[in-house]
């Protein structure tokens, strides 16, 4: 089971988004909390694997929470939760080390959905979104040649990660499971010697691979 922390001021959100966890067989509630002001202590104490962030509370920041996180325990996955999409800080948010956003009116299968899917490396995002930290890496990262080719399935499987496909999409897109999704992306990540989908992007426009 992947196990999911909420960080949320607003107290009936809190609430919803810890039932919604709670109702989920392949998410385990870890829990829930008003702010983040004591987000170190709270992920050494407690094992989690997918951490769902506000972008703005009281104290400590969303963003800031996020640097925290990914300093203390790089392996978890972090969510970004936002009320409309204020590029700027959502921009932050993955520079500081977030995998993805979601909005807070998404309905409760978007959040499962999309948690299951940044715990399994995706990283769902807007394109908007996504093309403007493409191409910040593309301007700040030097360009690196050491990579295996990929094969046919494994190409248009990136091609479809660049465009912002979410696993399911690509799945449909390739026509295979959504297993042999995953399948081919790991792969890809280890040919391209990147960690997440946001590299793999990243990579892929900076060496021209699509």
Do not use: W
């Amino acid at each position: 089971m992947i196990r999911v922390a909420i960080f949320e001021d607003q107290s009936y959100i809190r609430e919803f988004l810890s039932e919604i966890v709670r109702s989920s067989e392949e998410l385990y509630f870890v829990g829930a909390f008003p702010n983040a002001n004591a987000v170190e202590s709270i992920i050494k104490k407690h094992k989690i694997d997918v951490v769902l962030m506000d972008i703005q509370m009281p104290g400590i920041s969303g963003i800031e929470a996020v640097r925290l996180i990914k300093n203390t325990k790089p392996e978890i996955q972090v969510l970004i939760q936002t009320v409309f999409e204020d590029n700027s800080r959502i921009f932050s948010a993955i520079c500081a080390g977030a995998s993805g956003y979601i909005l807070k009116d998404s309905s409760p299968e978007k959040y499962i959905d999309s948690i299951i899917e940044v715990y399994q490396g995706g990283s769902p995002m807007t394109p908007a979104i996504a093309r403007k930290v493409l191409t910040m890496f593309s301007q700040n990262n030097p360009i690196q040649k050491e990579y295996q080719d990929l094969t046919t399935t494994e190409h248009k499987v990136l091609e479809c990660l660049v465009k912002g496909l979410s696993y399911k999409l690509i799945a449909a897109e390739c026509q295979v499971s959504f297993s042999t999704v995953n399948f081919h992306l790991k792969n890809i990540y280890k040919k391209l010697h990147v960690n997440s989908a946001t590299e793999a992007i990243g990579k892929a426009l900076r060496e021209h691979l699509v």
